[in-house]
């Protein structure tokens, strides 16, 4: 069964850099959340998507914004990037007939 | 405002023994729990949801409203089981999840 497909696996950039992340929900689901994992944390959340409008916001900082576009894929955009937003991202989807939230591999940004 | 409580860090065992690990919550409402795993920083997995009261890969967890608890459990942990495990509480609808922060779990030879 085809599952959450995010892009690009692994992404390193310099402090300053912007870096946009990529996230493909299972065919027909329509609600798209991402989540932030630093070292040895738990997953925080940061923002969901409900039929391409953002239906709940997180501990997002300013320097980020994400959108959701009319195919249902959506893309997280860092901009001024500090050593500390270095973590896993993750994104999930849930379709609108269920209640089960479905992880995808997750994006390893690294910031030098 | 809702929120999960794993109190252990880290669990370790000896293969074959059970395993339980806490889960505690604190919402007003009638929550939806969820038990995920993660091996090795991969994707997180979910392993199980209080609504349709299965057992996977030998796990089960019961939604206990009165302790608040959704505590996972396993009678005998194989060394395959060795992972971080999070408990997730989902308010309803298609409302986030909200993590706690994580238990892992070591299974010994």
């Known amino acids: 069964a085809a599952g959450v497909i995010q892009s690009p696996r692994h992404l390193i950039k310099e402090k300053r850099e912007t870096a946009t992340l990529k996230c493909y929900p299972i065919p027909r689901h329509d609600t798209v959340y991402w989540y932030q994992q630093g070292p040895g944390q738990d997953p925080q959340f940061l923002i969901s998507f409900y039929e391409k409008m953002q239906s709940d916001k997180g501990s997002i900082p300013d320097r980020f914004s994400a959108q959701q576009f009319s195919d249902y894929h959506s893309e997280l955009n860092m901009s001024s990037l500090e050593l500390g937003d270095s973590a896993l991202y993750f994104c999930a989807s849930r379709g609108s007939s269920g209640n089960t939230i479905y992880f995808g591999e997750g994006s390893w940004l690294t910031v030098v | 405002a809702q929120r999960v409580t794993q109190p252990e860090k880290l669990l370790s065992v000896f293969k074959g023994a059970p395993v339980e690990l806490k889960c505690n919550y604190s919402?007003?409402?009638?929550?939806?729990l969820f038990w995920y795993v993660q091996y090795s920083r991969q994707r997180l997995q979910l392993l199980l949801r209080h609504i349709s009261r299965e057992s996977i890969k030998g796990f089960t967890a019961d939604l206990n409203k009165g302790e608040t608890s959704f505590h996972l459990k396993k009678p005998f942990a194989q060394e395959e089981d060795s992972a971080m495990y999070y408990c997730a509480l989902s308010s309803s609808g298609y409302s986030t999840l909200t993590f706690g922060k994580g238990t892992m779990l070591l299974v010994s030879p």
């Open positions: 919402y007003s409402g009638s929550p939806e």
